[in-house]
């Protein structure tokens, strides 16, 4: 889906940031926000969008999107690696996977990121975008 693919194109922030302008769904603003964040880290761009964006998901009730929010939004990957595991508790899809890898690599945390390598394993999960936040890159 467009949400799950969007992570993936971060590279190209510009574009998801315009071509996001005038989402409606709060995941869709989401990556707006993310893209946003990763042209100005400063986040003068952002502003009240990614604070409709913290408030929109607690790590409560939207653990994937709070990860998401604390990794690329807040900079805070050890929030973010809790959160990532929160929702891995329930969830093991393969954006799951990808976020949860690029927690534990920005948090240091060699222990968040071999539960992603061991679920790759024993799943025999063989995706590109898994192998590329697997070895930090997003």
């Known amino acids: 889906s467009l949400h799950d693919a969007l992570p ?4 190209n922030a510009v574009l998801v940031a315009t071509s ?3 989402a409606t769904s709060e995941a869709l603003q989401l990556r707006r926000a993310m893209a946003l964040a990763q042209i100005d880290p400063t986040l003068t761009a ?3 969008l990614c604070a409709q964006m913290r408030a929109a998901f607690p790590a409560d009730r ?3 999107e709070a990860a998401m929010v604390a990794l690329s939004i807040d900079r805070d990957p050890e929030a973010a690696v809790a959160a990532a595991l929160a929702n891995w508790q329930t969830q093991r899809e393969l954006i799951d996977a990808r976020l949860l890898a690029s927690a534990a690599i920005a948090a240091q945390r060699p222990d968040a990121l071999a539960r992603v390598t061991e679920w790759r394993d024993r799943e025999r999960v063989d995706d590109a975008s898994l192998w590329l936040a697997l070895r930090g890159q997003r």
């Open 8 to 11: 993936i194109c971060m590279g």
């Open 62 to 64: 939207h653990g994937r």
């Open 20 to 22: 996001l302008v005038d």
């Open 46 to 48: 952002c502003g009240a």
